[in-house]
């Protein structure tokens, strides 16, 4: 099956900096989502992005899909931020999401 | 419109009891999907449903859980026997595939078996 990789595992960021995390995967793709569990466990989209460029406020995500890697970019961090990030997808024929092992953002005041 | 709705929020239960999760996806979401989350792991898919129909079940362990979706709306999971291995989050999501293949979350159930 298709493999996904995040990195960096652990991230630990002052309030109001910026980051980026990065999500590789191993085949094509029709469906990659981009996540954010926070502490009571909720499973928040934040993007529907198979290819492209999407902005929402202070997160951006980019897909390069011919090159099989996602990021996503979040910029003046709050301590809302914080919780566990995933990157998940999905490729023709078969609409599971798979699941990468998440970056865990702690964003201290 | 509301979100995907999962009860209860939280279950604990001795080994080898039964439990049953319940779930109600987004109205118009023809798709139904249960995932299981381990502790410090991402989702892992269990069933799909389209509409009525069960269309993939292979990481269904069918020895002690099944699962049925009535209608085509709500769903059940369920556990019986339980094993101290099942304690994990039970996920239920939704999507309106094949127009999105965007998939939705409830909050999910937290399921400990002493």
């Known amino acids: 099956g298709i493999q996904v990789e995040q990195s960096p595992p652990d991230l630990i960021l002052q309030e109001g900096a910026n980051s980026t995390l990065r999500c590789n995967f191993s085949?094509?793709?029709?469906?990659l989502q981009w996540f954010h569990q926070n502490p009571w466990g909720q499973l928040i989209n934040l993007f529907y992005?198979?290819?492209g460029t999407k902005q929402n406020g202070r997160l951006s995500a980019t897909t390069v899909a011919t090159e099989r890697y996602s990021l996503l970019y979040i910029s003046s961090s709050q301590t809302t931020d914080s919780g566990v990030y995933f990157c998940?997808?999905?490729?023709?024929?078969?609409?599971?999401?798979?699941f990468g092992t998440g970056t865990r953002l702690t964003i201290i005041p | 419109e509301a979100g995907v709705v999962q009860s209860p929020r939280y279950k604990i239960i001795e080994k080898k009891q039964p439990v049953a999760f319940w779930c109600n996806p987004i109205?118009?979401?023809?798709?139904l999907y249960w995932y299981r989350q381990n502790l410090g792991q991402g989702p892992e898919l269990l069933i799909r449903?389209?509409?009525?129909?069960?269309?993939?079940d292979s990481q269904l362990p069918k020895d002690r859980f099944s699962a049925e979706r009535l209608k085509g709306v709500d769903s059940t999971l369920k556990i019986q026997p339980a094993e101290l291995g099942d304690s994990a989050v039970y996920l239920c999501?939704?999507?309106?595939?094949?127009?999105?293949?965007?998939?939705?979350f409830g909050p999910g159930t937290r399921l400990t078996v002493t």
């Open positions: 449903y389209e509409n009525e129909e069960a269309v993939d």
């Open positions: 999501a939704s999507s309106r595939s094949p127009e999105s293949y965007e998939q939705y």
């Open positions: 998940a997808v999905g490729n023709f024929g078969n609409e599971k999401l798979t």
């Open positions: 085949d094509s793709v029709n469906n």
């Open positions: 109205s118009g979401h023809n798709t």
């Open positions: 992005i198979p290819s």
